[in-house]
C-alpha cells in the first residue's frame, strides 16, 4: 500500500507538489478561513528509537473508521518531529481538555523538552502517556499518505480511554477556548 516506505512519502510528496493546477490561494487568508471550523486539540507522543518520548500539538485529529477503530491526523513535513513520526511503531493520541491550554502550548513549541515537568504515564510499548486528558488513544501506526505539505497518520487504535467528565480543550480562530454550552 502506498504510504507504508520512505519511498512511498517521497513519492507522494512528488505527487502532491505535482497537484499545482488551479486558482492562487493566499495561505494566510486560506488559514484564517478554515480557523471558522472549531476542531479538538491534541497532543501526540511516541517513543523515539532511541527510547526517548517526543511529541507534538495537533488539531488535525479526526476519526476514520469504527470497525476496524482507525483514526487519522497530519503533520507538516518541515516539522521538527516528522522524521520522528514516521519511524515508530505506536503513537498515543492525547485530547486535552479545559485548563490543559499550557500544556498545548508547550507540546507546540520548538526548541525546548516538551516533557519538562511532567509525570507521564506507560501505555503500550512503552508509549508516554499524559495525565489528566479527556480521552487517549493508542494506536499503532499503520499508513502515511502525503496531503500537500503535510503527512496524513492513519492509526489502528488497540487501547483507549475516556473521561466523559472532562470538557475538551477546543480550538477556534486561532486560538485554544473552552467548550460553552447554552
Known amino acids: 500500500m502506498l504510504g507504508t516506505t520512505e519511498d512511498d512519502l517521497l513519492l507522494g510528496l512528488g505527487l502532491a507538489k505535482a497537484d499545482l ?9 486560506f488559514r484564517t478561513a478554515l480557523g471558522a471550523f472549531a476542531t479538538g486539540v491534541t497532543v501526540i507522543t511516541a517513543l523515539s528509537r532511541e527510547g526517548r518520548p517526543f511529541g507534538v500539538t495537533v ?3 479526526a476519526s476514520l473508521s469504527l470497525d476496524p477503530p482507525l483514526v487519522l491526523w497530519s503533520l507538516a513535513s518541515h516539522s521538527t518531529s516528522f522524521t520522528a513520526f514516521t519511524e ?8 486535552l481538555c479545559e485548563g490543559q491550554e499550557d500544556l498545548g502550548r508547550q507540546f507546540a513549541r520548538s526548541g525546548i523538552d516538551r516533557f519538562n515537568g511532567l509525570v507521564l504515564d506507560k501505555g503500550i510499548d512503552g508509549t508516554p502517556l499524559l495525565p489528566n486528558v479527556a480521552a487517549v488513544f493508542e494506536c499503532r501506526n499503520l499508513y502515511r499518505y502525503w496531503g500537500g505539505d503535510h503527512a496524513i497518520f492513519i492509526g489502528r487504535v488497540d487501547r483507549f480511554e475516556h473521561w466523559p467528565d472532562r470538557k475538551p480543550l477546543v480550538f477556534h ?4 477556548k473552552r467548550l460553552e454550552e447554552k
Open 173 to 176: 480562530e486561532g486560538r485554544m
Open 88 to 95: 515508530v511503531r505506536r503513537f498515543a493520541i492525547h485530547v
Open 21 to 29: 493546477d488551479g486558482p492562487l490561494i493566499e495561505p494566510r487568508q
Open 59 to 61: 488539531n488535525s485529529f
